[in-house]
Structure formats: structure tokens, C-alpha cells
């Protein structure tokens, strides 16, 4: 049951100021567009998203465990609290459409109903998402993946704890911005074939302070042609310099057995010494 009113609404003057603000900086940006945006909504709204977000341990999840991601997302949004459910919709209204058209310079922008790979996002102490390009068009609607909104919800998030949010030029050989994922901090981007980002690194918070995340992704009906490489595909992967993405999954468990076991400053010790040999 609800306790409290859904009373919170996106107010379109505030959302308009801001992409009057940010826009020529989103433009403008590299290694492409993209803002970062702090303090993005009341607190007290993503406080109630935070209290309802579910644990790694309940129904809903879906969970990869490979050399290339060890993380978990949300299946539907039946298994979302109320207030969380209520902010997404919203974040797929019109009035925000209006504001990230506004925001980018896209026009024609899509909402998706169906939250594919978006929702909810969680990853556990020695999780990661490797360096890569996102799936290019939606499997249910057949539309162009054109934007990436996160809203992080991770509070007392400290430098040390990892789980920074990479952007990497399109050849993958220069890192351009590593973003740490703190409460209340908003990165929007547009995705295409060449926009690599992920969080590669193994998250070395303490157990049991995971790192949580909205993710919503926005489309088109088509999209300028210089932005394709292939004409339809899933998650593309790439290693970064020195990095080998065919490591084996009994190394990959290895690891993370050994960070949940010891200290966050011996693993790094540990993996400096060992694994960059």
C-alpha cells in the first residue's frame, strides 16, 4: 500500500531552464555529447526510490556473471515500488521528451514504454561493466537507441569505493571523463556506434553497499548515418589498452572471491602485484 501521496511532478520551467543552461555544453562536449548534472531532483523523492529499491536477493533481478559484466537489472517494473514506478513514468512524459529534445538538439524523441535494459540497475562489491557500445535499436518497437539517462543513488559514495562511470574516445585508447557515481547525480549522453563508456574496474566498496542506479533509454525513428557503423546490433564489448576480455569465468570467480574476502586496500595491492604482470 501507498503511504504518502504520489504528489511530486517534473516542473517544466525548472527543466527548461536547464537545458537553456547545458545546451551548447552538451553539444560541444567529448568524446560526445553529453552533461552531467548534480542535485538533478529533490532528495526527498530519490530518498523514497532509495528506501523501496529492492535488494540483490529479491524477486525481479537479472543477473550476469561474465568477464564482461558482473551486474544486475531490473525485469519489470511490476517488481518496482511505488514512488519508483511513478519517477520513471514521468521521466518517459512529454514534458521531460520536450526537455531532453531541448537539451540535445534531437527532435523526435522516443520513450520507451517497455524499459528494455533500463529501469533499475544494481551492482554488488566486485561487480563491473566493461568498456562498450550499446545495443543500437529496440528489439519490441524496431526504433534507434539515441539517448542514456542515469540518475545514481548512491550516498556516502567515496573515491575509493570505485564504480566511476568511464566515456572513451571511439578507438577506446583515451579515457575523456570518469565520473563517480554519486546521490543525486544525473549524466544524460547519445549513444551511437562509437560511444564507448561502461565502469570497467571491479567496485571495491565495502559488502553490502552496492551501487545503485534509474537508467532510462530514449530513441528515434531513424538517425544520422555518420552515427552507424553496423546496421543492427546487440552490446558490443571492447578491450581497453592492455586488457583481455577472453579471461576465463574460473579467474573471473577467483577474483571475486578473493575481494569479498579481503580488505578493499589489500585486493587492489593484490591486483596491482598479480594481475597487471
Excluded at 550499446?134 to 550516498?155: A, P, S, T
Excluded at 532510462?216 to 586488457?243: C, M
Amino acid at each position: 500500500m501507498i503511504n504518502e501521496k504520489l504528489d511530486f511532478c517534473l516542473e517544466p520551467d525548472y527543466l527548461n531552464n536547464l537545458a537553456e543552461k547545458y545546451h551548447q555544453k552538451y553539444v560541444e562536449a567529448k568524446p560526445y555529447p553529453h552533461i552531467i548534472i548534480d542535485n538533478f531532483l529533490p532528495e526527498r523523492i530519490l530518498d523514497k526510490i532509495l528506501d523501496e529499491f529492492p535488494s540483490p536477493q529479491a524477486e525481479g533481478w537479472r543477473r550476469f556473471e561474465r568477464a564482461t559484466e558482473k551486474k544486475l537489472d531490473s525485469l519489470s517494473e511490476l517488481n518496482m515500488g511505488e514512488f519508483t514506478r511513478f519517477l520513471l513514468y514521468q521521466l518517459n512524459s512529454s514534458i521531460f521528451i520536450d526537455f531532453l529534445e531541448q537539451l540535445t538538439g534531437i527532435q523526435g524523441i522516443i520513450p520507451d514504454p517497455h524499459f528494455q535494459g533500463g529501469g533499475l540497475h544494481q551492482i554488488e562489491r566486485g561487480g563491473f561493466l566493461k568498456i562498450h557500445v550499446d545495443f543500437n535499436k529496440h528489439k519490441k518497437m524496431n526504433v534507434d537507441r539515441r539517448l542514456n539517462l542515469l540518475i545514481y543513488l548512491n550516498k556516502n559514495w567515496q573515491e575509493e569505493y570505485g564504480g566511476h562511470f568511464e566515456m572513451w574516445d571511439e578507438k577506446v585508447t583515451v579515457c575523456h571523463e570518469k565520473i563517480l557515481p554519486i546521490f543525486n547525480r544525473c549524466v544524460i549522453f547519445s549513444t551511437s556506434d562509437f560511444s564507448y563508456h561502461g565502469h570497467p574496474d571491479p567496485l571495491n566498496c565495502p559488502e553490502g553497499m552496492n551501487r545503485k542506479s534509474l537508467a532510462l533509454y530514449y530513441y528515434s525513428n531513424g538517425r544520422p548515418s555518420e552515427e552507424v557503423a553496423i546496421k543492427q546490433h546487440s552490446t558490443l564489448f571492447q578491450e581497453r589498452p592492455d586488457e583481455n576480455l577472453t579471461l576465463e569465468p574460473s579467474k573471473v570467480s577467483k577474483n571475486n572471491l578473493i575481494q569479498k574476502l579481503v580488505p578493499p586496500i589489500m585486493f587492489d595491492v593484490y591486483r596491482n602485484i598479480f594481475q597487471n604482470k
